[in-house]
T-cell receptor, first 113, second 115 residues
């Protein structure tokens, strides 16, 4: 299973872009990068995922490097409600494990007023 | 509204008293799963179900049972709870694989304390 490495914490000013990095240097060719977030002990919330192309949705953008060894989640205009722990996950594949998501410790993002 | 619901949200119980945490989803998802979250350990999968009557162990199944008699429900059963099962529990569901990965929808969590 590919492991991910994220900074423990970050902060950004409200209204500015938040760029959250993730390293996944052992990712294999058919593994996706997923991002989830968890706001204060609520259930984790799916944000975005990608394989090798950059992706954008209404919540965020995901930039994956060409060698796929790292990625960046971008929240274009962070608000106070974006304060949460952000998890970068490489999806475990295989029938024996189902769709297990292996959550690490994530990045605690604090958005400052 | 599409959602995953869990009940109860909070529960304090005593060692050995059987309990069930219910999980229900209204999105017709085939895949459902239970996780527990503990400080410093992240979320760990307990059991999962690929479809009705199909369940399998996750990483930490000891002390837990599940059943999947209907597509929408996936209860978590603790036959004889112990203090080390004090944790925050999440149920999750996801749609059938669409070839490009799939996202999981999580319930609001159940905070269980076993004394």
């Amino acid at each position: 299973d590919a492991k991910t490495t994220q900074p423990t914490s970050m902060d950004c000013a409200e209204g500015r872009a938040a760029n959250l990095p993730c390293n996944h240097s052992t990712i294999s060719g058919n593994e996706y990068v997923y991002w989830y977030r968890q706001i204060h002990s609520q259930g984790p919330q799916y944000i975005i995922h990608g394989l090798k192309n950059n992706e954008t949705n209404e919540m965020a953008s995901l930039i994956i490097t060409e060698d796929r060894k790292s990625s960046t989640l971008i929240l274009p205009h962070a608000t106070l409600r974006d304060t949460a722990v952000y998890y970068c996950i490489v999806r475990v594949k295989g029938k024996s494990s189902g769709d297990k998501l292996t959550f690490g410790t994530g990045t605690r993002l604090a958005v400052r007023p | 509204e599409a959602q995953v619901t869990q009940n109860p949200r909070y529960l304090i119980t005593v060692t050995g008293k059987k309990l069930t945490v219910t999980c229900s989803q209204n999105m017709n998802h085939e895949y459902m799963s239970w996780y527990r979250q503990d400080p410093g350990l992240g979320l760990r999968q307990i059991y999962y179900s690929m479809n009705v009557e199909v369940t399998d162990k996750g990483d930490v199944p000891e002390g837990y049972k599940v059943s999947r008699k209907e597509k929408r429900n996936f209860p978590l059963i603790l036959e004889s709870p112990s203090p080390n099962q004090t944790s925050l529990y999440f149920c999750a569901s996801s749609p059938p694989h669409a070839g490009t990965g799939r996202e999981q929808y999580f319930g609001p969590g159940t905070r269980l304390t076993v004394t």
